[in-house]
Structures are given as structure tokens and as C-alpha cells.
């Protein structure tokens, strides 16, 4: 079975701190993929990274980064320097098989 | 291109009443997914399809039925209506495989439905 964590419900950080959303999943696929999407107060869901299960590069994109640990089946997203843009939902997701399993979410709230 | 594009966007249905939610695509993909999303939470997987003419259960299949007689469409039907069914739907597709798998899955923009 397919399940991803994400076990930090809320966050609420001050402008300019930075903070790492965790995601732990589990799967029984040997091949899967990994996203993170942001869904803002506006309600759609915004694609930020997908991740191959064989690729356990980190990547940094801006302000962005993730860490991708097989060894402890993590896949956490940092955002450096958080900006009050930055407030919404965070999902990370998994994808093995033909399923595409969301997590509960990690709400961000960054204040000013 | 459209994306996928959901319809309707809104809409209140009463307690027994049946509606199908229309999901289409217009990118070719082959798998295809429904979700509900409840206020404050994740989302849940309720149907999902590999390619035309196959589906299957996700988390949450019980009170909908899909089909998948095109690769554009994958529309949801709820027969019976329940409060507990009031929520936004999402509708997402992807293609894998192939010679050129997407990098993301692309959703619809939702349908929020209120069943009272």
C-alpha cells in the first residue's frame, strides 16, 4: 500500500525565516515518482517538482530546495528566506503504479 | 491547448439526487484521476484510470462510479447525494510511459458541490 506523510498540520513562520515542510512516504514500487504542489488561498494546485525514485540528487531552485533520502523514504522541501507569498498549503504526493497519493497537507503561514 | 478542464463549477444538489461531474483533457494523457478535497484537508483519490476503458477504486470510491470510454474524458457520477459528499472535486491527468512522460500531473480548476 501507498501513504504519504506529511505530519506537520501547521506552520507559521516570520517573514525572512526559513522552513523545511517533511513528507515521509511509503510504497512497495521500486520505480515511483515524488511531487510537492502549493495550492494558495486562491484554491488551484500549483506543480513545484516531481522526483524519480532512482534520482536522489537535492535540487535547489530560488528560494526553493528539496532533499530527496531514500534511506529514510523522505522527500522535505525547504524555502529559504520565506516570503509572505509564500502562505498556502503544501502537498507532497506520490505516484507508483497507476495511483497518485496526496498527503494531508502542511498549512504555511508567513507573517510579516 | 485547454488542460483539463472540469465543469460545472458549482453546484448544490439535494439530498438523493444523482449528477455526473465532467472532466476532459485535450493533452492526450493516459491516466486520469478524481479527487475530493474536504474543507482543511488533503486530497483523497477516489477513482483513477490507466488509459481508455480501464478503471480503478482509489481511497475513497464509495458513493461514485466513473467511466473512461474516450482518452479525453473521465466524467464522475454520484448516484444518491449525501451531505457527506459536499466537497471540491478535482480532476488531474498525466501522461507516463512512452516516449515522452509529463513531468507533472495537470488538474482542473475544481467543482465545489454542496449536497443539502
Known amino acids: 500500500a501507498q501513504k504519504v506523510t506529511q505530519a506537520q498540520t501547521e506552520i507559521s513562520v516570520v517573514e525572512k525565516e526559513d522552513v523545511t515542510l517533511d513528507c515521509v512516504y511509503e510504497?512497495?514500487?521500486?520505480?515511483?515518482?515524488l511531487f510537492w504542489y502549493k495550492q494558495p488561498p486562491s484554491g488551484e494546485l500549483v506543480f513545484l517538482i516531481r522526483?524519480?525514485?532512482?534520482?536522489?540528487q537535492n535540487e535547489i531552485s530560488g528560494r526553493y530546495s528539496w532533499n530527496f533520502q531514500k534511506s529514510t523514504s523522505s522527500f522535505n522541501f525547504t524555502i529559504t528566506a520565506s516570503q509572505v507569498v509564500d502562505s498556502a498549503v503544501y502537498f507532497c504526493?506520490?505516484?507508483?503504479?497507476?495511483?497518485?497519493?496526496f498527503g494531508q497537507g502542511t498549512e504555511l503561514s508567513v507573517k510579516p | 491547448n485547454a488542460g483539463v478542464t472540469q465543469t460545472p463549477k458549482f453546484r448544490i444538489l439535494k439530498i438523493g439526487q444523482s449528477m455526473t461531474l465532467q472532466c476532459t483533457q485535450d493533452?492526450?494523457?493516459?491516466?486520469m484521476y478524481w479527487y475530493r478535497q474536504d474543507p482543511g484537508m488533503g486530497l483523497k483519490l477516489i477513482y483513477y484510470?490507466?488509459?481508455?476503458?480501464?478503471?480503478d477504486k482509489g481511497e475513497v470510491p464509495n458513493g461514485y462510479n466513473v467511466s473512461r470510454s474516450t482518452t479525453e474524458d473521465f466524467p464522475l457520477r454520484l448516484e444518491l447525494a449525501a451531505p457527506s459528499q459536499t466537497s471540491v472535486y478535482f480532476c488531474?491527468?498525466?501522461?507516463?510511459?512512452?516516449?515522452?512522460?509529463?513531468?507533472?500531473?495537470?488538474f482542473g480548476q475544481g467543482t465545489r458541490l454542496t449536497v443539502v
Open positions: 504526493a506520490l505516484s507508483g503504479g497507476g495511483k497518485l497519493i
Open positions: 510504497t512497495r514500487d521500486t520505480t515511483y515518482y
Open positions: 522526483r524519480n525514485s532512482f534520482d536522489e
Open positions: 493533452m492526450n494523457h493516459n491516466y
Open positions: 484510470s490507466v488509459g481508455a476503458g480501464i478503471t
Open positions: 488531474a491527468s498525466i501522461h507516463r510511459g512512452g516516449q515522452s512522460p509529463n513531468t507533472e500531473a495537470f
